[in-house]
């Protein structure tokens, strides 16, 4: 009889070990990228969307969060996604433009007037197409697309007061055609680096100005090598996290629904964040010896005609995009 007990009792602990092995082959892990330093406000807000993320699957889904390029910059992580090497990318929407057009729109200088303009904009049927187009062709499906980044002003070795202080000088741009083009209606010299070498390219001198959000410049500590931050906002754009979409559908509808719910929830509380993070740092950063620069934006923003044109014509691909945009009011 107690032969027979410790048989049951082997089995049974077998049978145990084997559900328990079962169990934890259900978890999934999901690789997010971004480029982006520990304390920015982007990456505070993955953190907080791979908090909501566990406790909406019962921790059956985890995110595993890279910061600061450990993957690769921006375009190397959204290739990796697509190779199936990666599983989702956070950051903003320029770099998209390489795959559909159109998304080359929001690398072009004060296309949205403010952050309210931006936000009517999200729920409008060009930037909805945009959307589409960008799963459709690329294979990227957005779970957070809500988080409004602040305007990108710019930073500078020497004082910037008007668009004519630009000639000459060399700004430090990601691959984006927008950019090159807005800053060369300024009369500047372009510099393409990825964000991780902007911090030595100015000191260096390869660079003179680099326009991100004061986040960025923060998190990099540009204000030791670059001490006038003008705060006109060039360009404006969203906070996202995209997921390659054969990853997606690989999940369960529950654990899709979690991801999209905690992307909303969690662009939510970016939005809020950010607007005080940048107050904050605003002040950091002249406790440091920043000098802040307010100027009036209209004399910079008459110079977006040409480029504006001159995207329309070669760049984006539906008509009147431009215009649409500005029509939302």
């Given at each position: 009889m107690a032969h027979i007990s410790l048989r049951k009792l082997?089995?049974?602990g077998a049978a145990l070990l084997v559900a328990s092995t079962v169990a934890g082959a259900e978890t999934?892990?999901?690789?997010?990228?971004?480029?982006?330093?520990?304390?920015?406000?982007?990456?505070?807000?993955?953190?907080?969307?791979a908090k909501l993320v566990e406790e909406k699957t019962n921790g059956e889904v985890k995110i595993r969060i890279f910061s600061g390029g450990q993957l690769?910059?921006?375009?190397?992580?959204?290739?990796?996604?697509?190779l199936g090497?990666?599983?989702?990318?956070?950051?903003?929407?320029?770099?998209?433009g390489k795959y559909v057009s159109d998304w080359n729109i929001t690398t072009v200088g004060f296309v949205f007037r403010d952050t309210d303009h931006f936000m009517k904009v999200l729920d409008s049927e060009p930037y909805k197409k945009m959307e589409q187009d960008l799963l459709d062709k690329a294979g990227f499906r957005m779970v957070l697309r809500n988080g409004a980044r602040p305007g990108k002003p710019v930073i500078s070795t020497k004082p910037i007061m008007s668009p004519d202080d630009f000639k000459g000088l060399k700004v430090r741009v990601p691959p984006w055609e927008g950019f090159v083009k807005t800053f060369e209606?300024?009369?500047?010299?372009?510099?393409?680096?990825?964000?991780?070498?902007?911090?030595?390219?100015?000191?260096q001198g390869v660079a003179e100005v680099a326009c991100a959000t004061v986040s960025g410049f923060y998190g990099q500590s540009l204000q030791e090598v670059a001490p006038y931050l003008t705060l006109v906002d060039f360009f404006s754009d969203s906070f996202t996290i995209v997921i390659g979409d054969r990853k997606f559908q690989g999940l369960s509808p529950e654990h899709q629904q979690a991801l999209l719910d905690a992307g909303t929830e969690a662009g939510e509380y970016y939005t809020k964040l950010a607007v005080e993070d940048q107050k904050e740092i605003i002040?950091?950063?002249?406790?440091?010896?920043?000098?802040?620069?307010?100027?009036?934006?209209?004399?910079?923003?008459?110079?977006?005609?040409?480029?504006?044109?001159?995207?329309?014509?070669?760049?984006w691909s539906t008509a009147g995009l431009f215009d649409a945009i500005q029509a939302i009011k």
């Open positions: 082997i089995f049974a999934v892990t999901l690789r997010l990228g971004n480029i982006t330093d520990p304390q920015h406000s982007e990456t505070k807000a993955q953190e907080y969307f690769g910059d921006a375009p190397s992580q959204l290739e990796a996604i697509r090497a990666q599983d989702m990318y956070a950051g903003g929407t320029g770099n998209f209606a300024m009369g500047a010299k372009t510099v393409s680096l990825p964000w991780g070498e902007t911090y030595l390219a100015l000191k002040e950091k950063m002249i406790d440091d010896g920043a000098v802040v620069i307010r100027v009036n934006p209209e004399p910079f923003i008459e110079k977006m005609g040409p480029v504006v044109a001159d995207m329309e014509t070669k760049v």
